[in-house]
């Protein structure tokens, strides 16, 4: 492989902010896994956000990319599974498996897509320091024709079309809007755009938490919420405070502190078996396999507001949750996924058909 842009390429990033900007080039933020797309002629290579090879777990898309996109050319864009009109980042993250039969397997299964929405070289010619503005513009022509499971991200300039796709998407699953000034370059492992995520509080219970990696402070909260059954299910984690804070938790939540896991809720957490049945904490998987996932148990009688931004699938959250306020007058039987947003349902084909 020669291209003028070579991997391994660090995407460009974007930093969180609480409104969409005026006067930017707008488009939907997408659930997936980044990707950089390297091709030329015969030879594909798919390098993650860390610059790692993805190239073995998406053997379907490295086919499909041959027919689809110009024969020298680097993209930037992100990997997604879609099932029944929305995406799956489950599905997806499942497809990251060492057994090459599975990966063949999955693909056949759980097809992936690839949606791009920057060019960084084309033909002979590296891309990196011309405008965004005239990078869209070149990829829409490179991609003119490609069909399914490759597609270009539909993108505005119009910030009311992009306040619109902020309201209607999420219910395909899409996580917001990401804003890119016009002018700009691409520049790579910077926070230089700018992303408008979906933001949400839940009243939750505090079960446990896990100790910080320093020393004998708290490192995440375990939360919960009550299921329609009566049982409490876990949904995540806070896990953003300052050191100071991290020790004062430890003593804070002391009187609740249970020394004997057997009356948890969660006092099966270890066994494999459990989780088929049950969200517990520490479920065991190929991305935790290393850590220590022990936890400290808590009488789960706690209740703090969090901030969330996503749920994934309608359980838990897609990512740690921020902590905002204890919740003194809510009893914990009343976490339930009752109080939670539902987003209104949005077909993922009206964004990317065929």
Same mark, same amino acid.
């Given at each position: 492989?020669?291209?003028?842009?070579?991997?391994?390429?660090?995407?460009?990033?974007?930093?969180?902010?609480? *409104?969409?900007?005026?006067?930017?080039?707008?488009?939907?933020?997408?659930?997936?896994?980044?990707?950089?797309?390297?091709?030329?002629?015969?030879?594909?290579?798919?390098?993650?956000?860390?610059?790692?090879?993805?190239?073995?777990?998406?053997?379907?898309? /490295?086919?499909?990319?041959?027919?689809?996109?110009?024969?020298?050319?680097?993209?930037?864009?992100?990997?997604?599974?879609?099932?029944?009109?929305?995406?799956?980042?489950?599905?997806?993250?499942?497809?990251?498996?060492?057994?090459?039969?599975?990966?063949?397997?999955?693909?056949?299964?759980?097809?992936?897509?690839?949606?791009?929405?920057?060019?960084?070289?084309?033909?002979?010619?590296?891309?990196?320091?011309?405008?965004?503005?005239?990078?869209?513009?070149?990829?829409?022509?490179?991609?003119?024709?490609?069909?399914?499971?490759?597609?270009? &991200?539909?993108?505005?300039?119009?910030?009311?079309?992009?306040?619109?796709?902020?309201?209607?998407?999420?219910?395909?699953?899409?996580?917001? /809007?990401? &804003? $890119?000034?016009?002018?700009?370059?691409? *520049?790579?492992?910077?926070?230089?755009?700018? $992303?408008?995520?979906?933001?949400?509080?839940?009243?939750? /219970?505090?079960?446990?938490?896990?100790?910080?990696?320093?020393?004998?402070?708290?490192?995440?909260? #375990?939360?919960?919420?009550?299921?329609?059954?009566?049982?409490?299910?876990?949904?995540?984690?806070?896990?953003?405070?300052?050191? $100071?804070?991290?020790?004062?938790?430890?003593?804070?939540?002391?009187? #609740?502190?249970?020394?004997?896991?057997?009356?948890?809720?969660?006092?099966?957490?270890?066994?494999?078996?459990?989780?088929?049945?049950?969200? #517990?904490?520490?479920?065991?998987?190929?991305?935790?396999?290393? $850590?220590?996932?022990?936890?400290?148990?808590?009488?789960?009688? *706690?209740?703090?507001?969090?901030?969330?931004?996503?749920?994934?699938?309608?359980? *838990?959250?897609?990512?740690?949750?921020?902590?905002?306020?204890?919740?003194?007058?809510?009893?914990?039987?009343?976490?339930?996924?009752?109080?939670?947003?539902?987003?209104?349902?949005?077909?993922?084909?009206?964004?990317?058909?065929?």
């Amino acid at each position: 492989m020669e291209l003028p842009v070579m991997p391994p390429v660090m995407p460009m990033l974007a930093k969180s902010v609480a *409104r969409i900007p005026p006067g930017m080039h707008y488009e939907a933020k997408w659930d997936g896994f980044r990707a950089i797309v390297f091709r030329d002629g015969d030879e594909v290579e798919l390098g993650s956000r860390t610059g790692k090879p993805l190239t073995r777990y998406f053997p379907e898309l /490295v086919e499909a990319l041959k027919g689809r996109v110009p024969e020298r050319c680097v993209l930037d864009g992100e990997i997604v599974i879609a099932r029944e009109g929305r995406l799956d980042f489950d599905a997806l993250t499942e497809r990251i498996h060492p057994a090459q039969s599975r990966v063949r397997m999955l693909a056949e299964k759980t097809p992936a897509s690839f949606v791009a929405f920057d060019l960084l070289a084309l033909a002979d010619e590296s891309l990196l320091d011309v405008a965004l503005a005239d990078r869209r513009a070149l990829l829409v022509a490179a991609l003119a024709g490609a069909s399914a499971p490759v597609h270009v &991200a539909p993108a505005t300039t119009d910030i009311e079309v992009a306040e619109q796709w902020f309201e209607q998407y999420e219910g395909a699953g899409l996580d917001g /809007v990401i &804003a $890119k000034p016009l002018t700009l370059a691409y *520049r790579q492992d910077e926070r230089a755009m700018f $992303k408008i995520k979906h933001e949400r509080t839940a009243d939750v /219970v505090v079960a446990g938490y896990r100790l910080h990696k320093s020393g004998p402070v708290v490192g995440s909260l #375990l939360l919960g919420l009550y299921d329609d059954g009566g049982t409490l299910q876990h949904v995540g984690v806070s896990a953003a405070f300052p050191m $100071k804070r991290r020790a004062e938790l430890v003593e804070e939540l002391e009187p #609740l502190r249970m020394d004997d896991i057997t009356e948890h809720p969660w006092a099966a957490w270890s066994d494999e078996a459990a989780h088929e049945t049950a969200r #517990l904490p520490g479920a065991p998987s190929r991305w935790s396999a290393k $850590k220590d996932l022990s936890w400290v148990p808590l009488r789960p009688e *706690r209740v703090a507001e969090v901030a969330y931004d996503h749920m994934e699938n309608g359980v *838990r959250f897609r990512h740690t949750a921020r902590f905002r306020r204890w919740r003194p007058d809510r009893t914990a039987v009343s976490c339930t996924y009752g109080q939670l947003e539902e987003p209104v349902r949005y077909d993922l084909g009206e964004i990317l058909p065929g």
